[in-house]
């Protein structure tokens, strides 16, 4: 993370270690298999955010992306910004778009909790098991509710 406004947020430390560290590189290789654990609530977690042709969605804590492109995908008119601590994970979620075809499919190394997203900028916000990390709930939320 090399920007100021990028950097993480004290109570976050523990988590950027892991998840930009070992941690991330183990879900990196591993993006797959993690994803099929979760696929039989996947399509009922995709229909809840109903996402719109025109929508900007923003996913907190995308990982390896799947959350993101299927939103892409259905905001065909709009886009979605995918955010994570993980350098690796993202690698991975940036090369699977891009070999998708999903040109708005965007994705940024930042902590959601604290990173000055534009105000009102998005029509929904989504997370599968991402925002449970963030070591000032209050904080990050507001910021979330901002966006
Ligand atoms: C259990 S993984 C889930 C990844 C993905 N959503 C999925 O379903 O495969 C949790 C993710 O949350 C991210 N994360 C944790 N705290 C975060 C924060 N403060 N800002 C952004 N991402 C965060 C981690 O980097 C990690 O990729």
Sequence with gaps: MTTAHRQPDVSNAEQVAAWDGTEGSYWASHAIAFDRTVERYQPHFHAAAAIRTHHRVLDIGCGTGLTTREAARSAPNGEALGVDLSAQMLDVARSTATSE???????????????????????????????????????????????
């Design 101 to 147: 075809g999903l040109l708005n499919a965007h994705f940024l190394q930042a902590d959601a909790q604290t990173y000055r997203f534009e105000p009102a900028y998005f029509d929904a916000v989504i997370s599968r098991t991402g925002s449970m990390f963030f070591g000032r709930p209050e904080i990050a939320f507001a910021n979330l509710a901002r966006a």
